[in-house]
């Protein structure tokens, strides 16, 4: 385990969560369903982006539960996201971008309709493709036992 994952569990950040073949599976699932149903034209740019940071999202708690973890209420979105630094491992660049996609988020959900462009959405399908697939070769390197 990770020295950080450690210490956010001692802050009261990470909660211990053990993971289940069955959870790996689900939440696979929701990943590809999310991944195919951002690519929907007929919805708008603000739901597709949505779709694809779920996609997003769901990569990062997965990766974040075979590790053994679950992130705590209290700034849960922030958290999972900055764990992929330790978990798969994520560039820093990487987590920024993402962190900057979920404030986005966070705008679009609550805040303004319509601000979301067709550039910032596919960079947030990107983003997700790219990491379900490097959760794709994580789990078969690190966790095959779990692999649906």
């Known amino acids: 385990m990770s020295e950080t994952l450690q210490n956010w569990l001692n802050n ?18 929701l990943i590809d369903r999310d991944l195919h149903d951002c ?19 769901q990569v990062a708690t997965l990766a974040l539960a075979v590790t053994g973890f679950r992130a705590a209420k209290e700034a849960q979105h922030f958290r999972v996201i ?3 630094a330790y978990t798969v491992t994520l560039d820093i660049d ?3 971008q993402f962190d900057a996609f979920r ?10 309709a319509g601000s979301v462009s067709d550039h910032e959405v596919a960079e947030m399908i990107e983003l997700a493709q790219q990491l379900n697939q490097q ?12 692999i649906p």
């Not at 950040?13 to 790996?24: A, D, K």
């Open 94 to 96: 990487q987590v920024n």
């Open 82 to 84: 900055q764990s992929l």
């Open 135 to 146: 959760i794709q070769t994580w789990l078969k390197a690190n966790f095959p036992n779990l």
């Open 103 to 112: 404030r986005k988020r966070n705008r679009i959900g609550y805040e303004v």
């Open 12 to 29: 009261g950040w990470l909660i211990e969560h053990q993971t289940s073949r069955q959870e790996v599976t689900d939440l696979l699932s």
């Open 39 to 57: 690519r929907l034209k007929d919805l708008s740019p603000d739901w597709r982006f949505n779709i694809a940071y779920n996609a997003a999202l």
